[in-house]
Nanobody, 116 residues
Framework: QVQLVESGGGLVQVGGSLTLSCAAS????????MNWLRQAPGKEREFVAS???????NYADSVKGRFTVSRDNTKNTVYLQMNSLNPEDTAVYYC??????????WGQGTQVTVSS
């Protein structure tokens, strides 16, 4: 069973950038469709971006042009580069496997806070 650990969250000012990482262990990473999702306070969890094993990507409309998802199958890691951050991007960011919903395995999440 794969396990996922996110990192890279933090506090950033409006217009700033952050890169999140999600490291996988215990499974065959390259087989998995990897997703980033987020949950803001008082809101439902929402899809952000995904990266297939071949590099095909998909984005929520709200992040297109600002976020970039990528993966390194040699390092069993998926990344989320976030630029031009705004307060609406404040959320706990999760990585998860599979073509959900429902998704398969989830990480524990990493907090991203954008201050104005």
């Amino acid at each position: 069973q794969v396990q996922l650990v996110e990192s890279g969250g933090g506090l950033v000012q409006v217009g700033g950038s952050l890169t999140l990482s999600c490291a996988a262990s215990g499974g065959t990473f390259r087989w998995y469709l990897m997703n980033w999702l987020r949950q803001a306070p008082g809101k439902e969890r929402e899809f952000v971006a995904s990266a297939g094993w071949s590099g095909i990507t998909n984005y929520a409309d709200s992040v297109k042009g600002r976020f970039t998802v990528s993966r390194d199958n040699t390092k069993n890691t998926v990344y989320l580069q976030m630029n031009s951050l705004n307060p609406e991007d404040t959320a706990v960011y999760y990585c998860a496997t599979g073509s959900g919903p429902p998704y398969g395995v989830w990480g524990q999440g990493t907090q991203v806070t954008v201050s104005s």
